[in-house]
C-alpha cells in the first residue's frame, strides 16, 4: 500500500506505444507539444504529495498554466548534446547544463543514460512513457528549495553514472542494476520540503506519524517514486514478480540515504573489506555496493572541484538557514546546524567532511583499489576543507590548528555528540 501517494490524471503526450526507436523518439520529443487541457474536474491527482498540493487546486479552480515557451536555440542544445559526450568526467557541470537545458538537467540526463546503457532495448521500454515519468519526478522536486530539488538530483545522478563505470564494479552488473543505480539516484529525494526529519516530527507531521518516526523523509521518496512508476506505466510490460523486486530493490537503495544510518553501513562495508568476503557475483553483494554507491553520490559534493562543491555548500546552508528561521518564527527550538547566527558555512562543511563523508569516501577508495575517480575525489575533499578552513573565524582557526578543533583527526574521529551534530542536520 502506497499510503502517501495518489493517482494523477493523464499527462497531455501521444497515446501509448509499445516498442522503442531511440532516434524516432527524440524527434518526436523534441517537437512534442504539451496540451493546456483541464479535462474534468474529477481528474484523480496525488494531493498528497508536497509539491502537487497548491498546483492541482489551481486546476481545480479552472486555472490553466501556459505551456513552456521552448526558447532554446541550437547553439544551447548544440552545447548541451556536448556536455553529454562528456557525462562520465567528474568535472561536469551540473549548474551549466542545467541552464543550457532551461531547467530540464534531470530529464535530459536520464534520457541520454538510459539510451547510451542500452537500457531502453534490453527492457523495451517505451521512449514517450519513460519521458513522461521523468517528467513527472522533475515535476515533482521542489525548485525553491536550495538545495533538495532536481538539480541534486541530476548531479547524483551523474555521479551515480561515473560509480557505476568503476572497473571494481563495472564487470559485474547487470542492466537491472544499472537501471535501479540510476532510477534510485534520480528519485533518491523526490517532493523533498526542504527540511529535515526531525523537524517533521517535532511539527506532528502527517508523514512522520505515518511512517512512525523512522526514516520518514526516505519512505515518502520512495513511495512516491513507486506510485508515479505505476501511475506512469513505464514498467506495466514487465512481468509482474518482476515489477515487485524493482519497486523493492529501490525503496532499499532509497532508504539507505538515511544519513542516521550511515555507521551502520559503515560498518558492514569495513567488516567486507577486512574479511575480503565481497562476492560481486552474487546479486545480494551487488544490491549492497549499489546501496553503498548511492550514499556516495549522495554526499559527494564536497569531492567536487571548489567551485560548484562551494556553491553546493552555500545551497544546502541556505536551506539549514530557512528551517531554523521557521522554528524560530514558531517558537521551535532550532535544530543543530539551522542557526545563522551560531553555524557558520565553514564550519558546518568542516565537521560533515570530517565525520561523514571522509570515512565512507575512504572505504569507497578501498573498495575501488583506489582508483584514478577515487583519488581524484580524495584530492578534492582534502582541497576543499583546506578551503574552508581558511575561511574560518581566526579565532577558531587558531584552535584547529593547535589540535583541539573538533577535526583534528580528519578520518572521522570525531567525538559523539560532534558526529550526531553532523549527521542530524541531513545529508550536506
Known amino acids: 500500500m502506497l499510503g502517501d501517494v495518489r493517482l494523477r490524471g493523464q499527462s497531455g503526450f501521444p497515446a501509448e506505444r509499445r516498442g522503442s526507436y531511440p532516434f524516432i523518439d527524440f524527434r518526436l520529443l523534441n517537437n512534442t507539444t504539451y496540451s493546456g487541457e483541464i479535462g474534468t474536474k474529477k481528474k484523480v491527482k496525488r494531493l498528497l504529495s508536497f509539491q502537487r498540493y497548491f498546483h492541482a487546486s489551481r486546476l481545480l479552480r479552472g486555472i490553466i498554466p501556459q505551456a513552456p515557451l521552448h526558447l532554446l536555440d541550437e547553439d544551447y542544445l548544440g552545447q548541451a548534446r556536448h556536455m553529454l559526450s562528456k557525462v562520465g568526467m567528474w568535472d561536469f557541470d551540473i549548474f551549466l547544463f542545467d541552464r543550457l537545458t532551461n531547467g530540464n538537467s534531470l530529464v535530459t540526463l536520464l534520457c ?9 532495448h534490453h527492457f523495451k521500454l517505451d521512449m514517450v512513457t519513460l519521458h513522461r515519468f521523468l517528467v513527472m519526478v522533475q515535476e515533482d522536486y521542489h525548485s525553491q528549495n536550495p538545495y533538495h530539488n532536481a538539480v541534486h538530483a541530476a548531479d547524483v545522478t551523474q555521479a551515480m553514472h561515473c560509480y557505476l563505470k568503476e572497473p571494481k564494479l563495472a564487470s559485474f ?5 544499472i537501471m535501479l543505480g540510476l532510477l534510485a539516484a534520480a528519485a ?10 526531525p523537524f517533521l516530527i517535532k511539527t506532528n507531521h502527517h508523514l512522520a506519524n505515518l511512517y512512525q518516526n523512522m526514516s520518514v523523509l526516505e519512505n515518502h521518496h520512495w513511495r512516491s517514486t513507486i506510485g508515479m512508476l505505476r501511475e506512469s506505466r513505464l514498467l506495466a510490460h514487465l512481468p509482474k514478480e518482476m515489477t515487485q523486486d524493482i519497486e523493492q530493490q529501490l525503496g532499499s ?22 574479511n575480503k568476503d565481497l562476492r560481486l557475483e552474487d546479486a545480494q553483494d551487488r544490491h549492497f555496493m549499489l546501496q553503498i554507491a ?27 538557514y530557512r528551517q531554523g528561521e521557521l522554528e524560530q518564527k514558531f517558537e521551535l527550538e532550532i535544530s543543530p546546524l539551522c542557526n545563522q547566527q ?9 565537521g560533515f567532511m570530517s565525520y561523514i563523508v571522509e570515512p565512507l569516501f ?5 573498495f575501488t583499489g ?35 578543533g573538533p577535526d583534528q583527526d580528519h578520518a572521522g574521529q570525531g567525538t559523539e555528540s560532534e558526529e550526531r551534530t553532523a549527521r542530524e542536520g541531513d545529508s550536506p
Open 112 to 120: 541520454h543514460l538510459f539510451n547510451t546503457h542500452g537500457l531502453i
Open 173 to 177: 552488473l547487470t542492466p537491472l542494476d
Open 342 to 350: 551560531k553555524d557558520s558555512i565553514p564550519s558546518i562543511q568542516i
Open 294 to 320: 548511492l550514499k556516495c553520490a549522495d554526499i559527494c559534493n564536497p569531492c567536487r572541484i571548489w567551485e560548484m562543491s562551494k556553491q553546493w555548500s552555500e545551497r544546502v546552508c541556505e536551506e539549514f
Open 362 to 366: 575512504r572505504e569507497w577508495a578501498h
Open 370 to 404: 583506489n582508483s584514478a575517480l577515487s583519488e581524484n575525489m580524495l584530492g578534492h575533499l582534502a582541497h576543499n576543507k583546506d578551503q574552508w578552513k581558511s575561511l574560518l573565524p581566526r579565532q577558531r582557526r587558531s584552535r584547529d590548528s593547535s589540535g583541539s
Open 253 to 274: 537503495l532509497i532508504l539507505a540515504t538515511d544519513i542516521n544510518r550511515q555507521n551502520e553501513f559503515l560498518t558492514r562495508l569495513k567488516a567486507h573489506l577486512h
Open 188 to 197: 533518491h529525494d523526490v517532493d523533498h520540503p526542504g527540511v529535515n526529519q
